[in-house]
């Protein structure tokens, strides 16, 4: 009988040890997830709102810098909001589409839509954070919907 409850005690130990590997890799799996959710939080640097503007698209206020520096796609003008005395010129934005404002429907393309843009001029009577070219602003979210978007947005 002693064989028999050495062998059972051996048995349950090796239990426990395979339920505590699960239970360890279980919390490793939410610990690297919860990281990678907090290193995507902690870069976002603001939110705003975001329009669109169609072509043929004019920049100025960021001196060096022209229509033709690039992919249209990837284009947009700062408002005051983020203007910081044009020393965003040049600077590239992550701009992440939320949902529309006051209750609409969401024109994001799909979840988490999102763009990397060159700011390239001001706009200085603009409301919002960002004006998006077209081509931009299509690649996250509907043109069809002509109203301010939320967005987030990180350098």
């Not at 239990?15 to 959710?37: D, G, N």
């Not at 995507?40 to 709102?49: D, F, K, N, P, R």
């Not at 979840?111 to 990397?116: E, M, P, Q």
């Not at 706009?123 to 954070?129: D, F, I, P, Q």
Request: proline share 3%.
């Amino acid at each position: 009988m002693p064989a028999l409850s050495n062998s059972l005690y051996v048995c349950i130990k090796a239990m426990e040890l395979q339920r505590s590997v699960q239970l360890a890799t279980y919390v490793l799996t939410l610990l690297m997830s919860s990281f990678r959710l907090f290193s995507l939080v902690s870069a976002v640097s603001g939110s705003g709102t975001a329009t669109y503007e169609q072509y043929p698209y004019h920049f100025s206020g960021c001196h060096g810098f022209h229509d033709s520096d690039g992919d249209l796609r990837k284009m947009a003008k700062a408002t005051e909001e983020i203007w910081d005395n044009g020393e965003v010129c040049g600077k590239k934005f992550i701009v992440l589409c939320i949902d529309g404002r006051d209750g609409d429907s969401s024109p994001c393309n799909h979840l988490n839509a999102y763009v990397t843009v060159k700011i390239m001029g001001y706009c200085e009577n603009c409301k919002g954070a960002f004006v998006l070219t077209e081509e931009a602003y299509a690649r996250i979210a509907n043109t069809n919907f002509r109203r301010p978007i939320r967005v987030a947005y990180a350098e």
